[in-house]
């Protein structure tokens, strides 16, 4: 099946500073990226879509201004946390659809363990 | 707003049982897919069901959808070890772009 790296695995960075965390989807070409964002024992929340060339749609409630979407290439999304506090400490994991008539599938990143000090 | 309900929310099983985990979710569907999650990793998709379909097999997984009850369940039989991990049921409804909606998860382990 097809394959999404993410990177960094885990980062651990100071309150204040910002994150990039970026999802490449490597044997295909996604024009489709989503985001999500997991507390422990708990589900998957999608934060928004990344559509490759125009600006991402953000689920309501999360704030556009601090999770910056760039989808710049059919392969690469990245998302930046800005001016990161403790509450934004999450595991994140971006996921892609391999486009195609009928295509359902969604293949997703290992995810980021972000924590924030 | 989360769509799929799993039940139960945790299950622990000996090796070998089978494993029935069940999820119900609220609105109309195009399909409804299963993922499993093993701890601290990302997921992976074990199967997807559409939803003129009433069944599907993969392996040791056997999915049922009952679009009157909007539920379904996923059957892993003959459990292994290696099976012990979150189950999470996800929705999709509309065009090909639509989003993902997940369940809150199951967590299951199997007993060696």
């Known amino acids: 099946g097809a394959v999404v790296s993410q990177h960094p695995s885990r980062v651990i960075c100071k309150s204040g500073t910002s994150v990039k965390i970026e999802c490449r989807s490597l044997d295909f070409q996604a024009t489709t990226m989503f985001w999500y964002r997991q507390f422990p024992k708990q589900s998957l929340m999608l934060m928004a879509t990344s559509n490759e060339g125009s600006k991402a749609t953000y689920e309501q409630g999360v704030e556009k201004d601090k999770f910056l979407i760039n989808h710049a290439s059919l392969t690469l999304s990245t998302l930046t946390v800005t001016s990161a506090h403790p509450e934004d400490s999450s595991f994140y994991i971006c996921?892609?659809?391999?486009?195609?008539?009928?295509?359902?599938?969604?293949?997703f990143g290992p995810g980021t363990r972000l924590t924030v000090t | 707003s989360q769509q799929g309900e799993e039940d139960p929310q945790a299950l622990s099983i000996q090796e070998g049982e089978n494993a029935t985990m069940n999820c119900s979710y609220k609105?109309?569907?195009?399909?409804l897919q299963w993922y499993r999650q093993n701890s601290g990793r990302g997921l992976v998709h074990l199967i997807l069901i559409r939803s003129n379909e009433r069944e599907k097999h993969s392996g040791r997984l056997r999915v049922t959808l009952d679009t009157s009850k909007k539920s379904s369940s996923l059957l892993i039989t003959a459990s292994r070890a290696a099976d012990t991990a979150s189950y999470f049921c996800?929705?999709?409804?509309?065009?090909?772009?639509?989003?993902?909606?997940f369940g809150k998860g199951i967590t299951l382990s199997v007993r060696p």
């Open positions: 996921s892609a659809r391999e486009p195609g008539l009928g295509s359902w599938e969604q293949y």
């Open positions: 609105t109309s569907i195009n399909n």
């Open positions: 996800a929705t999709v409804y509309g065009g090909a772009n639509s989003k993902l909606t």
